[in-house]
């Protein structure tokens, strides 16, 4: 779904006001040559990220999604790489911690999120489009993606990077942009 049930009720009291909002951001990984093998210790060129074409704005991104009131961040993340790509994942840790710029949505909404990025790992599913949010889903080598904003593409090299701590974005941010 599109927008969150919650957010449309928000929205109807604040109209296009900008919205504080937390979000989970899947970097959905395998081997390209082995999918179900750990992607533990695997170098970028052995890997593959999944990505969706939006339909709202025409650009290719990670799994993203804003989390419901009560969530946990990583079921979030979860729950959107099955709607969005119709994938089951492992959600491995968290590698990402940042704020985005304000955003000003197609349909004039303005919001600003929280993004938790989380590192995953792709358990099943073909990968194919789930919802009226994209038009394509692909897999693409992470050493090789297509056009996207930066912002989305650094998510994508934090997962990758596998290091242990997660990354807090304090006093700089990815420049990007509009959404």
Same mark, same amino acid.
């Given at each position: 779904? &599109?927008?969150?049930?919650?957010?449309? %009720?928000? $929205? =109807?009291?604040? @109209?296009?006001? /900008?919205?504080?909002?937390?979000?989970?951001?899947?970097?959905?990984?395998?081997?390209?040559?082995?999918?179900?093998?750990?992607?533990?210790?695997?170098?970028? =060129?052995?890997?593959?990220?999944?990505?969706?074409?939006?339909?709202?704005? +025409?650009? !290719?991104?990670?799994?993203?999604?804003?989390?419901?009131?009560? %969530?946990?961040?990583?079921?979030?993340? *979860?729950?959107?790489?099955?709607?969005?790509?119709?994938? =089951?994942?492992?959600?491995?840790?968290? /590698?990402?911690?940042?704020? /985005? =710029?304000?955003?000003?949505? #197609?349909?004039?909404?303005?919001?600003?999120?929280?993004?938790?990025?989380?590192?995953? *790992? !792709?358990?099943? +599913?073909?990968?194919? #489009? @789930?919802?009226?949010?994209? /038009?394509? #889903?692909?897999?693409?080598?992470?050493?090789?993606?297509? &056009?996207? *904003?930066?912002?989305?593409?650094?998510?994508?090299?934090?997962?990758?990077?596998? +290091?242990?701590?997660?990354?807090?974005?304090? @006093?700089?941010?990815? $420049?990007?942009?509009?959404?």
């Amino acid at each position: 779904m &599109p927008i969150p049930p919650f957010v449309v %009720e928000l $929205r =109807e009291k604040i @109209g296009h006001a /900008t919205l504080w909002l937390p979000g989970s951001s899947a970097i959905v990984l395998r081997r390209m040559d082995a999918p179900n093998a750990s992607i533990d210790g695997a170098a970028p =060129e052995e890997l593959e990220v999944l990505l969706v074409l939006r339909s709202d704005n +025409g650009n !290719w991104a990670p799994i993203t999604g804003i989390v419901d009131p009560g %969530e946990h961040p990583a079921e979030a993340a *979860r729950r959107e790489a099955m709607e969005e790509a119709q994938v =089951e994942i492992k959600v491995e840790r968290l /590698t990402l911690l940042s704020v /985005t =710029e304000q955003v000003t949505h #197609v349909n004039g909404d303005q919001a600003q999120y929280l993004d938790l990025t989380f590192r995953c *790992r !792709w358990l099943s +599913g073909e990968g194919a #489009v @789930g919802d009226d949010e994209s /038009t394509r #889903v692909e897999w693409y080598p992470v050493t090789d993606l297509p &056009p996207m *904003r930066e912002d989305l593409a650094y998510r994508i090299r934090s997962a990758v990077a596998g +290091g242990p701590e997660c990354e807090l974005l304090e @006093g700089r941010q990815i $420049r990007t942009a509009s959404a």
